[in-house]
């Protein structure tokens, strides 16, 4: 009979669980690739540090050469940028360093310059509307295409094909060729320099990006998922609300950064279609150069 030593006890737990040693030489290579990593990613991140950095610079800081790594932090840019300020000199100026208790942080900054704020500059009217038409353009092109795309995955569609490729060949097509036409068109509608055209136009240029990256996500679910849903009961489109959704909702947020991205950089239609109410961040800070 074998002893209690030789055999030994079996932990429940452990028992049948494989243990592997990685190689000494694997574990320093996997090491290596990552530190590889880390530097490359750091090295990448250089120009959006310093971005960062200038945006907290003097003007004489930002222009001084050669560029200085260490400076003291100030919010100088930032009151120069979104608000206007008007220049004071002799006894306003004394008046004004008298009262500087009571004023806040910007109108400080200001005063110290030798200026008094008169009021938000026309870039925060510019940066509002950036929001409100980079935000509506977005959504309303990812929901559409969200049903578009839904309808070429699942229905057969006759011409399918060509018809994906026209709303693709909407993407190959520059900006700047069909901005006169459309700013011709505007006019006589009424859409110019609106928040409605603008949303209007984003939105038909990104249905292209939406309807193929969305496709892509929704193909990958197995329609059997729907069918079975559907045998307990379910419509169409209680299916695709309680089945397809939830499983897209990374390829709607993948989509979402994408489509919001090329709204909010968008230059062209941006300068041609818009003049003052509608005008977007864009062109207006091209404007603010000098």
């Not at 840019?77 to 000199?89: C, H, I």
């Not at 208790?101 to 200001?110: D, S, T, V």
């Not at 990104?206 to 307990?232: C, H, Q």
């Amino acid at each position: 009979m074998a002893s209690f030593e030789e055999t030994g006890p079996r932990h429940p737990v452990t028992e049948g669980i494989r243990v592997d040693k990685v190689h000494p030489r694997a574990r320093f290579t996997r090491n290596v690739r990552a530190i590889l990593v880390v530097l490359i990613a750091l090295i990448l991140l250089i120009p959006v540090l310093a971005m960062g950095l200038t945006a907290f610079k003097s003007r004489a800081d930002v222009v001084a050469i050669p560029p200085k790594v260490f400076f003291t932090p100030t919010l100088e840019g930032f009151v120069f940028l979104l608000t206007d300020r008007a220049q004071l000199s002799g006894d306003a100026l004394e008046e004004a360093k008298a009262n500087a208790e009571g004023m806040n942080l910007f109108e400080q900054i200001a005063l110290a310059n030798g200026q008094r704020i008169t009021g938000p500059s026309d870039f925060v009217s510019r940066l509002w509307n950036s929001i409100v038409i980079a935000f509506g353009a977005t959504v309303a092109s990812v929901a559409l295409g969200l049903f578009a795309a839904y309808a070429f995955s699942r229905f057969d569609i006759p011409g399918k094909d060509d018809l994906l490729f026209f709303i693709l060949s909407g993407r190959m097509l520059p900006a700047v060729v069909v901005t006169i036409p459309i700013f011709l068109m505007y006019r006589q509608v009424g859409l110019y320099d609106t928040y409605w055209g603008m949303i209007l136009i984003y939105t038909v240029f990104n249905l292209s990006l939406t309807v193929w990256l969305l496709k892509g996500f929704i193909d990958e679910i197995p329609r059997e998922y729907e069918e079975a849903a559907m045998v307990d009961g379910y419509s169409r489109l209680q299916a695709f609300y309680k089945i397809v959704l939830p499983q897209t909702a990374t390829g709607i947020a993948t989509t979402t950064v994408f489509s919001l991205i090329f709204v909010w950089n968008e230059y062209a239609f941006a300068l041609m279609l818009t003049s003052q109410k509608a005008r977007t961040a864009p062109p207006a800070i091209a404007t603010m150069l000098g």
